[in-house]
């Protein structure tokens, strides 16, 4: 699938089918991971693939109340939780390289819609309590969960801004006639 059109097309996906994800399609979405851009190539994410079904039960009572994704969390093949090891990606040695902090977002997400495969990122959760129920050290922090499945629906595109609504040219308001 080309770039433009995987970007176009991926939706949200929070229901699935109970066909498994293999080993080797895990395996390209991980190597997609392993080759996408890092400050610096810091490469600080850390990945943690969630198969038994106790855990993603565990992990769905986690998201915010009445999260749309808590179904596709229990039920989902598998789940990718990303993490990052803090104080790395955005830092210099003199500490942090601007005012963003860290800069440990990524997105595996396309590599799965390219691959035929659904996903959601699910952000709203208890962090503290996901690090905790998954061991993760203290320098080590999730970010998100994102069930990966082949999907059981694919929803309609919602609608997007017009280019001149984000767009400016030299400053902020003024117009980007293309």
């Known amino acids: 699938m080309e770039t433009i059109e995987c970007i176009k097309t991926r939706r949200s ?30 490469q600080c994410w ?38 990052a090891q803090l104080g790395i990606s955005g830092y210099t040695e003199k500490g942090p390289a601007g005012n963003k902090g860290d800069w440990f977002m990524f997105d595996a997400a396309l590599a799965a819609h390219a691959l035929g495969l659904g996903t959601v990122h699910v952000g709203n959760i208890k962090h503290a309590e996901v690090d905790k129920l998954l061991g993760l050290p203290e320098d080590i922090v999730s970010v998100e969960i994102i069930p990966l499945g082949y999907p059981a629906q694919t929803p309609d595109p919602r609608p997007r801004k017009e280019i001149p609504e984000f767009v400016f040219l030299d400053r902020y308001g003024q117009s980007l006639d293309i």
Do not use: H, M, Y
């Not at 699935?16 to 190539?41: G, M």
């Not at 969630?50 to 596709?72: R, W």
């Open 13 to 42: 996906i929070r229901r699935f089918t109970d066909q498994p994800v293999s080993d080797e399609v895990l395996k390209e979405i991980l190597e997609a991971v392993r080759w996408a851009p890092s400050w610096r190539n810091t």
């Open 46 to 83: 850390r990945i943690i693939v969630v198969k038994d079904p106790s855990i993603k039960a565990s992990l769905s009572q986690l998201l915010s109340e009445n999260n749309p994704a808590t179904k596709g969390v229990q039920e989902a093949p598998l789940l990718l939780v990303l993490c």
